[in-house]
Structures are given as structure tokens and as C-alpha cells.
T-cell receptor
Framework: DTEVTQTPKHLVMGMTNKKSLKCEQH?????MYWYKQKAKKPPELMFV???????INESVPSRFSPECPNSSLLNLHLHALQPEDSALYLC?????????????FGSGTQLSVL | QQQVKQSPQSLIVQKGGIPIINCAYE??????FPWYQQFPGKGPALLIA?????SEKKEGRFTISFNKSAKQFSLHIMDSQPGDSATYFC???????????FGTGTRLKVLA
């Protein structure tokens, strides 16, 4: 299994809502990532978890809250988002933390904030 | 110094043509240079990657050429097909980091 699975594929939420994005991989990878991608732009790194510990936070606003319950799962909790947060949110994983390693991306969650 | 400059922004070729996408970097500490392909509504997928100890790498119809002295690398797609129509991102990274510096992307269209 070489897949990174993300749910939901699409999400529409209001600015007062709370929602969560989920990501799962069963490749035994120990590094997991959240990226944000705006249309026609490259992915931007948000967070990195290494061995289930938060390793990098790229100065992301606190309305985005990551969580890594175990080595296979990664969540992104969303609260009080702004319309400018609408984007494709990509989860990725890589084998370990020594880097650089091949990144395996999921298909993403297309988020619209109204 | 952390930027990776990618060109062209968009590219249209006929089926069977050889599109070439170029990237340039500044940071000589980078030691891993992957290319990703992204179709609409999907995440990027690794196509091919190179390290600076080789000047060329080929996988199927995809070839990376790497010029360490010029700090440039390029992707060549041989015998391009309409199914290759996608956005291509170059990237650069270095050992010991999780961070990939992505280029701005090239939207390729291959005409049938």
C-alpha cells in the first residue's frame, strides 16, 4: 500500500464552524506533513510531524491545529477560518526524518470557507 | 537564496514533442532535486529525482539534466503524450531538513 488517504475530498465551512481534516498512511512512514496549496501555486509547508512529535510549524495561525494520534494518522483541526484560507490542503508522508526523502502526497481536501 | 526559479510558466507542445522545463537555484547546500507532476484535483506525485553527484538521470520517458556549476537542472519529456498534460513542479532540498523549496510550476499541455 503506497497511498496516503485524505478525507473528506471536499469541505465547505462557515467562518464559525469547527471541522477536521484526516490523513492516513500505512507505509510505515515516520514523517508526516501538512501543505496548503492555492490555485496555480506550489504547495506551501504548514506543519511537519516526526515520530509523532511536532517538528516544524511554519508560523501557521492558531486557527489551524495539527494532531498526530499515532504513526499512521494525521489530523488538521480547523476553527474560525477566514475566506482566504480556502485552498487545497495536502497531506504527505516520507520514510523517516533524516531527509531528504521522497514525499508521498494524498489527493488533498479542497476547502472552501464561506 | 532559498528560491528555486522555474521556467517557463506554461508550455504547449504537439504530441511526440520534447518539452523542456528549467529550474535554477542559489543555495549550494541543496543536495536533492525532485520533479513532481500534478493533475487537476490530485496531489503532486514524484516523477524523478536527482542528486548532484550525477549529471543526468533517466526514468522511462523522463530525463533530468543537472548542471552543478550553473546551479541549474531541467526536465525533458521524450515522446510527449496528451496524458502528460499536467503541472510540473521542480523542487530542492538538503539532507537533514524536511523542507522542500518548490518552483512556481509549469503548466504543460500536449496537443493530440
Amino acid at each position: 500500500d503506497t497511498e496516503v488517504t485524505q478525507t473528506p475530498k471536499h469541505l465547505v465551512m462557515g467562518m464559525t464552524n469547527k471541522k477536521s481534516l484526516k490523513c492516513e498512511q500505512h507505509m510505515g512512514h515516520r514523517a508526516m506533513y501538512w501543505y496548503k496549496q492555492k490555485a496555480k501555486k506550489p504547495p506551501e509547508l504548514m506543519f511537519v510531524y516526526s515520530y509523532e512529535k511536532l517538528s516544524i510549524n511554519e508560523s501557521v495561525p492558531s486557527r489551524f491545529s495539527p494532531e498526530c494520534p499515532n504513526s499512521s494518522l494525521l489530523n488538521l483541526h480547523l476553527h474560525a477560518l477566514q475566506p482566504e484560507d480556502s485552498a487545497l490542503y495536502l497531506c504527505a508522508s516520507s520514510r523517516d526524518s533524516t531527509g531528504p526523502e521522497k514525499l508521498f502526497f494524498g489527493s488533498g481536501t479542497q476547502l472552501s470557507v464561506l | 537564496q532559498q528560491q528555486v526559479k522555474q521556467s517557463p510558466q506554461s508550455l504547449i507542445v504537439q504530441k511526440g514533442g520534447i518539452p523542456i522545463i528549467n529550474c535554477a537555484y542559489e543555495n549550494t547546500a541543496f543536495d536533492y532535486f525532485p520533479w513532481y507532476q500534478q493533475f487537476p484535483g490530485k496531489g503532486p506525485a514524484l516523477l524523478i529525482a536527482i542528486r548532484p553527484d550525477v549529471s543526468e538521470k533517466k526514468e522511462g520517458r523522463f530525463t533530468i539534466s543537472f548542471n552543478k556549476s550553473a546551479k541549474q537542472f531541467s526536465l525533458h519529456i521524450m515522446d510527449s503524450q496528451p496524458g502528460d498534460s499536467a503541472t510540473y513542479f521542480c523542487a530542492a532540498s538538503r539532507t537533514g531538513t524536511y523542507k522542500y523549496i518548490f518552483g512556481t510550476g509549469t503548466r504543460l499541455k500536449v496537443l493530440a
